[in-house]
């Protein structure tokens, strides 16, 4: 399977705890992207790598939330000290960067439940 | 005003029948458009993109652009209980060396009754 991965698919964690996902792009694709998304909602943008760069955050990641891309290859989403409000599905997308053609594909989500 | 916006639904259809999924949109500047299919407890898969005014056809759907509307459309034909989904419209402007931004809709939850 060549498309994009993430790791774990579900995670279930209590109240003050700290969890990290994983997420590895399509192998040719220079762009990632994480979303988070809630249920009936549309996807949110969090934030946005160029090769190692992270290029645009947005207000919704809090000092609480972290990421990495350390060899512009795959990366870590972090949540600090998680809160009930932190429970939802978080997409990671990546793209080859075609200017304004570029597409992004998702990878299957983690669902996160804090407890 | 939301950025992006989509009649949440249920949209129900007969089997057989044309469905029709309505975006408007409020940046202006915004050069892309994109409707992703989600099924419940799944991530969005790609269905169309378009980029110019106009009528675009790809199988059994026609993704439908005017910006000077500022309104995406999806018309699905010949639609099939599999179709039965949540259609996510999501608009794109390009930041150059920044990259590119994704603003979703809240999705319009499609129903496809046998």
Not at chain 2, 6 to 30: F, H, K
Request: include cysteine; charge should be neutral.
């Amino acid at each position: 399977d060549t498309g994009v991965s993430q790791d774990p698919r579900h995670k279930i964690t209590k109240r003050g705890q700290n969890v990290t996902f994983r997420c590895d792009p399509i192998s040719e694709h220079n762009r990632l992207y994480w979303y988070r998304q809630t249920l009936g909602q549309g996807p949110e943008f969090l934030t946005y790598f160029q090769n190692e760069a992270q290029l645009e955050k947005s207000r919704l990641l809090s000092d609480r939330f972290s990421a990495e891309r350390p060899k512009g290859s795959f990366s870590t989403l972090e949540i600090q000290r998680t809160e009930q409000g932190d429970s939802a599905m978080y997409l990671c997308a990546s793209s080859s960067g075609q200017g304004v053609t570029d597409t992004q594909y998702f990878g299957p989500g983690t669902r996160l439940t804090v407890l | 005003q939301k950025e992006v916006e989509q009649n949440s639904g249920p949209l129900s259809v007969p089997e057989g029948a044309i469905a029709s999924l309505n975006c408007t949109y409020s940046d202006r500047v915004s050069q892309s458009f994109f409707w992703y299919r989600q099924y419940s407890g799944k991530s969005p898969e790609l269905i169309m993109s378009i980029y110019s005014n106009g009528d675009k056809e790809d199988g059994r759907f026609t993704a439908q652009l005017n910006k000077a509307s500022q309104y995406v459309s999806l018309l699905i034909r010949d639609s099939q209980p599999s179709d039965s989904a949540t259609y996510l419209c999501a608009v794109n402007r390009w930041l150059g060396n920044a990259g590119n931004m994704l603003t979703f809709g809240g999705g319009t939850r499609l129903m496809v009754k046998p």
